[in-house]
């Protein structure tokens, strides 16, 4: 039996009251097994965390790939990288992913969905756990498309819905598609009737349009800001509708490229516990910076920004918790950019728990602590 004492939670944004001080009871294990929250008087025994943050570990909403493999060209002969790939997330301090497969050919999408089924029977303790895919497309504007290949981009239909994922319906957590197009709204029905969590991205929707959406079930942005309208004061776009009205997942690529860093603390102070963090990591993800290749097309990686030979941003090759190091860091906040990239994701796919029925009974080792270094900076390990 053990003890850790002055252990701190991060708080969900938008509280303002005094963060408390909690313990934490382990057994041999060091599963938690009782938490608390600190006497106001008296000292307690136990490893003084000296209000060091524990978090789960981080939940990735949107990554590519890594380590070479893109997800929408998985096939079975991919299957033991792409288990390394979850080994090494696991080390990066992710939970688990909604591996996303961009705008592609039916027979690729269809085939990366089979592997992927194979690869989440393949689950052990202190590896990375793959949660239902992400479809970034092809329902997408055509004008916000981004590094989507024109070529396969798909006006929506139920039709075409059908021959992309039948018999895949319950290995789809996530679908992203520019709400405005024609034909959107029963596309966004049945997905919704499945339980798949539909979100709004590479779209040219207005705010009305984006209010439509929500209404409809619509419950996230993919990359705000990115390829979509901005915000302005005469057109508030979806991102300031989806501030408006609340409730709507704000994912949030934190690199400082993709999004300007007062942007991005301008929208963490606007959303609060809206905001999710997302990598958007590529193929790349894991290897040096270069020159990659993205299916028939070369990827350019500098700093761990990836561009296409004609400039066009495509994504990253950062981890998650970097970006919640970097939020952290130009905010000043460092409770709401953990909490951004470990509690809001999992509020994304599931009901919101309370701490003890989430970290109960959950192994130390499978958590995450922060702290505050000397330099400033947030810096995280794994809590065990």
């Known amino acids: 039996m053990d003890r850790i004492t002055n252990v701190r939670l991060p708080q969900r944004p938008g509280r303002d009251d005094r963060p408390d001080l909690w313990w934490l009871e382990l057994d041999d294990d060091r599963l938690i097994l009782d938490l608390g929250r600190m006497p106001e ?11 060091d943050w524990l978090s789960p570990m981080g939940i990735d909403l949107q990554i590519n790939g890594g380590l070479g493999l893109a997800f929408p060209e998985l096939t079975e002969k991919d299957l033991p990288r792409l288990l390394q790939l979850l080994d090494q997330l696991w080390l990066d301090g992710v939970e688990a992913i909604a591996p996303t497969l961009v705008t592609c050919g039916i027979e690729p999408l269809r085939e990366a969905l089979s592997v992927l089924r194979t690869a989440r029977n393949e689950e052990h303790p202190n590896r990375c756990r793959l949660l239902g895919a992400h479809l970034e497309g092809p329902f997408l504007a055509e004008a916000r498309r981004g590094a989507h290949p024109l070529e396969h981009l798909c006006k929506p239909s139920l039709e075409a819905l059908e021959r992309r994922i039948k018999g895949f319906e319950h290995e789809i957590a996530l679908v992203t598609l520019a709400p405005e197009l024609k034909g959107a709204e029963p596309v966004i029905e049945r997905l919704r009737s499945l339980g798949i969590t539909v979100a709004l991205g590479h779209s040219a929707a207005n705010a009305k ?88 097309r070369v990827l350019l990686v500098e700093n761990g920004t990836c561009r296409l030979e004609d400039g066009t941003l495509a994504g990253v090759t950062l981890p998650l918790l970097e970006g919640a190091r970097r939020l952290a860091r130009w905010s000043g906040d460092p409770d709401g950019a953990i909490w951004a990239a470990t509690r809001a994701p999992r509020e994304v796919l599931e ?23 000397g330099d400033g900076d947030l810096h995280w390990q794994h809590a065990a």
């Open 209 to 296: 349009e984006a209010t439509a959406a929500y209404a409809l079930g619509v419950g996230m942005l993919t990359h705000s800001f990115n390829a979509m309208p901005g915000l302005h004061h005469r057109a508030p776009g979806p991102l300031g509708a989806a501030c408006r009205q609340g409730g709507i997942a704000l994912g949030l690529i934190a690199d400082g490229v993709h999004v300007d860093p007062t942007m991005a603390v301008l929208l963490q102070r606007l959303a609060g516990d809206q905001l999710v963090l997302v990598s958007d990591a590529l193929a790349p993800y894991g290897l040096a910076d270069g020159q990659h290749r993205w299916d028939e």
């Open 41 to 51: 008087r008296g000292a307690m025994e136990g490893q003084n965390w000296r209000g």
């Open 351 to 373: 009901a919101p728990e309370a701490w003890d029925t989430l970290l109960l009974h959950h192994p130390l080792q499978a958590c995450l602590r922060w702290s505050l270094k």
